[in-house]
Nanobody, 115 residues
Framework: QVHLVESGGGSVQPGGSLRRSCATS????????MGWYRQAPGKQRELVAQ???????LYTDLVKGRFTISRDNAKETVYLQMTDLQPEDTAVYSC?????????WGQGTQVIVSS
C-alpha cells in the first residue's frame, strides 16, 4: 500500500514560517511529480506548488516568493518551506504525487496562521 505521510503543520503567527514534509513509501518517488495543495474553509482546493521529477517548479501567484517546494529523491520526501505566512494561508495542506495514470494523496494537515 502506498503511503504519503505528512508532517510539520501547526499554528504560527503572521509573518512566521513553517516547513512541511511528505515522506513517501512504495512508489518510485523519483519519477513522480509531487505537489502541495491546500483547501481553506468554504473554498475549493487549490494547487500551491508543484515540482516535477526533473525539479521544475510551479507556484500559484499567491505564494510566489514566500513558499519553496523541494524534493530529496534519496529520502523519497518532498518539502514545502513556507515563510511570511499570512492569515489567508490558513488551510488544510495536502501532499500529492502523480504519475499518470496513478495519483496519491497525503492525509492533509491543518496550518493555522493567526495572531
Amino acid at each position: 500500500q502506498v503511503h504519503l505521510v505528512e508532517s510539520g503543520g501547526g499554528s504560527v503567527q503572521p509573518g512566521g514560517s513553517l516547513r512541511r514534509s511528505c515522506a513517501t513509501s512504495r512508489i518510485i518517488f523519483s519519477v513522480y511529480t509531487m505537489g502541495w495543495y491546500r483547501q481553506a474553509p468554504g473554498k475549493q482546493r487549490e494547487l500551491v506548488a508543484q515540482i516535477t521529477n526533473s525539479h521544475r517548479t510551479l507556484y500559484t501567484d499567491l505564494v510566489k516568493g514566500r513558499f519553496t517546494i523541494s524534493r530529496d529523491n534519496a529520502k523519497e520526501t518532498v518539502y514545502l518551506q513556507m515563510t511570511d505566512l499570512q492569515p489567508e494561508d490558513t488551510a488544510v495542506y495536502s501532499c500529492h504525487g502523480i504519475r499518470p495514470p496513478t495519483a496519491y494523496w497525503g492525509q492533509g494537515t491543518q496550518v493555522i496562521v493567526s495572531s
